[in-house]
């Protein structure tokens, strides 16, 4: 079976299913729009977009065109992208004013679901693109089981790829940044949370292969305090909690203690506090 093939529905089959009824068979209409009446998409899963890339895509765009159309949805007087944003930024850098899209009427959970497909159709997404963007289909409302048949996933892929999110802020930076790859992030994740740290330190100091990181172990001296767990309960919880709300959960204490969660940026902070239900007056 092909890759594409095994995404979810297929991308092919969302872009065929009609706005409207349509007396005629055929695939979708493409139209033509200027490309100030084009925004950029709300749910793009896909945060980096390589100049050089652009620029050669953008070199294509002028010998050829663009040979695929852009898929948008209306937005008051406007229209998001839903999929084709690098070729919509190409174009710009390319100086065409007019662009072939087709134009469907989309909820925001299906628009995040065809960004997704299209971009793991084309491999276009970094690991911690492709959790993030597992993570804000689940605040749409869906669970792992529901991510993971939306965007042709197994569970337990789906799963592996949102625990990556519970790292270490610096690991979380390094794997952005592809100083280290998934491999290298789920070596750190099997460390104990105090070795984490020392973990990338050796990673990324040593210049170590997947394999050579998750054989890595720390020696300690026998007058090493060695933390307690906490009891079998808060740590399948502590699990549970990272999955949920994407970031890195610590209980402590036992009848009274603290949760503990963690962000990186103002940004990380105001999503966990509207997935707990605070809002600003």
């Not at 050669?56 to 010998?63: H, K, N, Y």
């Not at 050829?64 to 174009?91: N, T």
């Not at 592996?160 to 610096?170: F, G, V």
């Not at 949760?259 to 940004?267: A, D, H, T």
């Amino acid at each position: 079976m092909s890759r594409k093939s095994s995404l979810g529905r297929g991308l092919d089959a969302l872009l065929a299913r009609p706005a409207e009824p349509q007396p005629e068979a055929g695939g979708p209409q493409v139209q033509t729009l200027k490309i100030e009446q084009i925004v950029q998409a709300a749910y793009q899963p896909r945060q980096v977009f390589a100049p050089e890339a652009l620029a050669e895509l953008a070199q294509s765009i002028r010998d050829k065109g663009v040979l695929q159309p852009l898929l948008v949805r209306p937005r008051a007087e406007h229209f998001e992208i839903v999929a084709g944003e690098r070729r919509w930024r190409a174009s710009q850098l390319a100086g065409l004013t007019e662009l072939p899209v087709i134009i469907r009427d989309l909820g925001d959970r299906e628009a995040l679901e065809i960004a997704i497909v299209e971009n793991l159709q084309r491999e276009d997404l970094g690991p911690l693109e492709e959790a993030r963007a597992y993570q804000t289909l689940m605040e749409q409302g869906l669970n792992q089981e529901g991510v993971a048949q939306a965007v042709g996933k197994s569970r337990s892929a789906v799963s592996n790829a949102l625990r990556l999110l519970t790292l270490p802020e610096a690991a979380l930076r390094a794997l952005d940044a592809g100083q280290i790859s998934a491999g290298h992030a789920r070596a750190i994740l099997s460390q104990p949370d105090t070795d984490r740290a020392w973990a990338l330190e050796q990673i990324t100091s040593r210049n170590l292969s997947v394999r050579d990181a998750e054989a890595l172990k720390r020696e300690r001296r026998a007058d090493t305090p060695v933390r307690v767990n906490p009891p079998r309960a808060y740590r399948q919880l502590e699990l549970d909690l990272s999955r949920r709300t994407g970031t890195r959960v610590r209980i402590t204490g036992e009848d009274k203690g603290r949760v503990e969660l963690n962000f990186g940026s103002r940004e990380e902070l105001d999503r966990l506090l509207n997935l707990l239900g605070y809002a600003e007056e």
